[in-house]
């Protein structure tokens, strides 16, 4: 038997069976696409065993065992070796023993990339052929955004970035607005995605689109730049003390009229206090009118007198009337009618008890 190796092809021409597909053994594709490899073969004569067909995926560690995707034997296809790929592998031919091996995987995946080796055998002839398939990934839609002050004279950068893509992935920066040309200023790292703008001016003002490529797609975002002057801080500061000053003297005023007011309601209360002190309480009226029956029964006392008694009355009697009362007019002090009382009761008064002579019903004195 003479077998032949040529990178990845082994062809033993000797046993008759012959691989004859001849396309690239090297293959990319993109994530969600489907792949077809090729694996094309002949039989001679001599080859009169049975058929077997076995797709296999060559593990990328030596130590590992490999895997198989799909079989053909015994005029039977078997598709569900490999749980990874079942569902999305099977043979292009419907009756692979006509010469046709060829594999279809579809719905590719990142993770189906590796090696894959077709062996058909037919006793006593054998042989194989490997292919590589490299499963990429587009890039996923950049997200864009300006990282800094958009302010004059300010450092900016402008940051763009897949989360998913296939390595190597590549950013470009263009501008979509004005004249479309970037600010002189710009810098660009077309691997990190971004575009630093140093001491930015009014002019970088636009709009921007970054591009995120790869060797099977583009994806694209865009950013809106509005480069303005700085706030006046001087301007913030004064405004802030001024309210400030405003505040105090706000507060400074409630403070004195609450003052002013509390002062005013003592200085009320004082006076009210003082008027209260300089009106006299008021007299008994027991007092009083003791001292108007002392002074009516000394009274009815002199009106009864005689002549002949009025020896019996000094002036001292008068002097125990208090002054007030006696310089009382008569309109104030109401005279009580004269009464008939004991002489203890009215010496106990204070009365002078005077004797009274007798009349007959004449007038005439007994």
Known sequence: ????ETGFSTYCSACGL?????GPTSIEKASGETVKLECQFTLAADDSGPLDIEWSLQPSDNQKEEKVVIVYSGDRAFEHYYDPLKGRVHFNSPDPKNGDASMNIMGLKATDTGTYQCKVKKVPGISSRKFLLTVMVRPSKPRCYADGQT???????????S???TKPLQYVWERTTGNKLLPPQAVLDPVEGTMSL??????????YRCLAKNRIGTEECTVMVNVTQPPNTAGIIAAAVICVLLLLILIALIIFCCCRNRQKKKYEKEIAYEIREDVPPPKSRVSTA???TSVGSQR???????PSNLH???KPQYDKIPNDEYERPPSHAPIPPPSRMAGPNLSRMGAIPVMVPAQNRDGSIV
């Not at 140093?198 to 709009?207: I, P, Q």
């Not at 009815?300 to 005689?306: A, D, Q, R, T």
């Open 290 to 292: 003791r001292s108007f």
């Open 151 to 161: 302010q004059v004279g300010k450092d900016m950068v402008l940051r763009c970035s």
């Open 163 to 165: 989360v998913e893509g």
């Open 312 to 314: 019996e009355y000094t």
């Open 18 to 22: 012959q691989i004859t597909s001849t």
């Open 1 to 4: 038997m003479c077998c032949q």
């Open 198 to 207: 140093r001491n930015a001016t009014e002019a970088a003002s636009g709009t």
């Open 300 to 306: 009815s006392s002199l009106g009864s007198m005689s």
